[in-house]
């Protein structure tokens, strides 16, 4: 008896507290007017995003095919379509093709904050350009969109950002802080001769930025589960990157006369006890504060589930990992991505070689990440080395209670009044990384409202961007620099 009492008061406790926190879980989300700002000409604003994407300002993997006319081109269009810009900020040549533009602002006391998009596109893959609605480069609008490759990646921003400049120029409008504008050009192949060289640049003339605004999440619409609202997510951290090459050498010979495990065979084990063997899961700081922005606006069930995660951690990281959006915000993932063996059917591998390729949770570093991949395998027959120029380390993670943040936040709120803002980690990596030892606000987003469909146009065919949705962008970028400048 005394212990069923015992075990009541237990229960009422526990739904007491669970019910407290739940009860305390304030919104973060904060009222701001709606974004008011008017663009000049729309119409021509459409037009000239169409222009760009008719630019074939590639990335290719080899530096030979680098497009020079193209990106030479590209400037020249932006310089006769954007008079003021021009005549106004300060531009220079990163690199040759990179462009950083200084609008000074009236207080020199003040640091400055820089804004960022880049201005090449990755290829047409020549299978799939029969499934293109439009002529990938053609910069048709049609059906309310501007559709090409760019419209999306990046180049709505490149362009939405020149008009922003462009029409709070017309309005004579000043900044008090010091902006700055950023454009890449090899950023789909890790940017180390585009953006890495824009922050040396800064850093050379001892420029600390107060905070830097790049692509990397979206507005999502139907994507967030549980939400009906679009979910405006903020990019405050990203995974690292790191690809590791798995190596078996062996005798070759004759395959009629094989020994128990050819290199393939060795080389294949190892790989199947990597997809086996999952990092750990853990719920990092971005998305930790992802649910302190997101929980508050659910039911009541999830509010108390992510109110007392000290409780429900575990319930919370088993739904996650259920599905590979979801479970690549818990962990380090290990996707195996490349596999060579022998040249010919009949003959025994002399070399086995297969690329795993590992997207690096915050807090885990690329040398940890080495050693536990090492020991997983744990066989000495497999070489194991990082490979590729890509590695990265994750990158720290920017607060949310910053003014930085604040004035971010203020702006997509005034432009999406719909939606419901909240921080979260970037699964791939961005330029922003670059900038980690000049700045410490670091934010991707780009004001693109997306639907899950919409996510295989990145990088995929029928990329396109609604020309509503574009006003948005200029919209949005207009209050942003005006925020971002006070
Ligand atoms: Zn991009």
Same mark, same amino acid.
Request: proline share 5%; charged share 25%.
């Given at each position: 008896?005394?212990?069923?009492?015992r075990?009541?008061m237990?229960?009422?406790v526990l739904?007491?507290?669970?019910?407290?926190?739940?009860?305390?879980?304030d919104?973060?989300?904060?009222d701001?007017p709606?974004?008011d700002?008017?663009?000049?000409?729309a119409?021509?604003?459409?037009?000239?995003?169409a222009?760009?994407v008719?630019?074939?300002?590639l *990335?290719?993997?080899?530096p !030979?095919k680098?497009p020079?006319?193209?990106?030479?081109?590209?400037?020249?269009f932006?310089?006769?379509?954007f008079?003021r810009m021009?005549?106004?900020l300060?531009?220079?040549?990163?690199?040759g /093709?990179?462009l950083? /533009?200084?609008w000074?602002?009236?207080?020199? *006391?003040?640091?400055?904050?820089l804004?960022?998009?880049?201005?090449?596109v990755?290829?047409?893959?020549p299978? *799939?350009?029969?499934?293109w609605l439009q002529p990938?480069?053609g910069?048709v609008?049609?059906g309310? +969109?501007?559709?090409?490759? @760019?419209?999306?990646?990046?180049?709505?921003?490149?362009?939405?950002?020149?008009?922003?400049?462009?029409a #709070? #120029?017309?309005?004579?409008f000043r900044?008090?802080?010091t902006?700055? +504008?950023?454009?890449?050009?090899?950023?789909?192949?890790?940017?180390?001769q585009?953006?890495?060289?824009?922050?040396e640049?800064?850093?050379?003339q001892?420029i600390?930025?107060?905070?830097?605004?790049d692509? @990397?999440?979206?507005?999502?619409?139907?994507?967030v589960?549980?939400?009906?609202?679009?979910? !405006?997510?903020?990019?405050?951290?990203?995974?690292?990157? #790191?690809s590791l090459?798995?190596v078996?050498?062996?005798e070759?010979?004759?395959?009629?006369?094989p020994?128990?495990h050819?290199?393939?065979g060795? #080389?294949?084990?190892?790989?199947?006890? =990597?997809?086996?063997?999952? +990092?750990?899961?853990?719920i990092c700081?971005?998305?930790?504060s992802?649910f302190?922005?997101?929980?508050p606006?659910q039911?009541?069930?999830r509010r108390?589930?992510?109110s007392n995660?000290? =409780?429900?951690?575990?319930?919370?990281?088993?739904?996650?990992?259920k599905?590979p959006?979801?479970?690549?915000? =818990?962990?380090?993932?290990?996707?195996?991505?490349?596999?060579?063996?022998?040249?010919?059917?009949n003959?025994?591998?002399?070399?086995a070689?297969?690329v795993?390729? =590992?997207?690096?949770?915050?807090?885990m570093?690329s040398d940890?990440?080495i050693?536990?991949?090492?020991?997983?395998?744990?066989?000495a027959?497999?070489?194991i080395?990082a490979?590729?120029?890509?590695r990265?380390?994750?990158s720290?993670?920017? @607060?949310?209670?910053?003014?930085? +943040?604040?004035?971010l936040?203020r702006?997509?709120k005034a432009?999406?009044?719909d939606?419901i803002?909240?921080?979260?980690?970037?699964l791939?990596?961005? $330029?922003?990384?670059?900038?980690?030892?000049i700045? $410490?606000?670091l934010?991707?987003?780009?004001?693109a409202?997306?639907r899950?469909?919409?996510?295989?146009?990145?990088?995929?065919?029928n990329?396109?961007i609604?020309?509503?949705?574009?006003?948005?962008?200029?919209?949005?970028?207009m209050? /942003?620099?005006r925020?971002a400048?006070?």
């Open positions: 008896m005394r212990k069923w009492t075990a009541v237990a229960a009422a739904a007491a507290i669970l019910s407290f926190n739940a009860a305390r879980f919104s973060r989300q904060i701001v709606r974004n700002e008017a663009v000049p000409d119409e021509a604003a459409v037009q000239r995003l222009q760009a008719r630019f074939q300002t *990335s290719h993997q080899d !030979a680098f020079r006319s193209e990106f030479e081109g590209f400037h020249a932006l310089a006769r379509s008079p021009q005549s106004a300060r531009r220079e040549r990163i690199n /093709y990179s950083i /533009y200084q000074s602002g009236t207080d020199a *006391s003040l640091k400055p904050i804004v960022m998009a880049h201005q090449d990755v290829p047409v893959d299978a *799939s350009a029969d499934k990938p480069f910069g609008v049609a309310g +969109f501007i559709w090409g490759r @760019g419209t999306l990646d990046d180049k709505g921003a490149v362009m939405a950002l020149h008009e922003a400049v462009e #709070l #120029l017309a309005q004579g900044p008090k802080r902006l700055y +504008f950023a454009f890449g050009h090899d950023e789909e192949i890790g940017g180390r585009g953006s890495a060289k824009v922050a640049w800064l850093s050379a001892g600390r930025l107060e905070s830097v605004l692509e @990397g999440q979206v507005v999502t619409e139907g994507i589960p549980g939400f009906d609202k679009p979910v !405006a997510l903020i990019g405050i951290a990203e995974k690292g990157y #790191l090459e798995l078996v050498e062996a070759g010979g004759h395959s009629s006369m020994p128990p050819t290199a393939v060795i #080389l294949g084990a190892a790989i199947a006890r =990597l997809e086996d063997s999952q +990092f750990a899961a853990t700081d971005p998305v930790r992802q302190a922005f997101l929980g606006e039911g009541w069930l108390v589930l992510f995660l000290w =409780l429900f951690a575990p319930l919370v990281k088993w739904q996650m990992a599905a959006s979801t479970n690549a915000m =818990l962990r380090t993932t290990i996707a195996p991505t490349m596999l060579e063996g022998s040249v010919k059917e003959v025994l591998p002399m070399r070689r297969g795993v390729n =590992l997207r690096l949770l915050p807090g570093s940890e990440a050693r536990r991949v090492i020991a997983i395998v744990a066989d027959r497999v070489r080395a490979t590729g120029s890509s990265s380390e994750p720290p993670v920017s @607060g949310t209670d910053s003014d930085a +943040f604040r004035k936040h702006a997509v432009t999406f009044q939606a803002v909240a921080p979260s980690l970037v791939g990596a961005t $330029d922003t990384r670059h900038f980690i030892a700045s $410490d606000n934010f991707r987003f780009l004001p409202r997306l899950s469909e919409d996510l295989k146009r990145y990088h995929g065919v990329e396109r609604g020309i509503d949705n574009y006003r948005e962008f200029v919209r949005f970028y209050r /942003y620099l925020e400048a006070s």
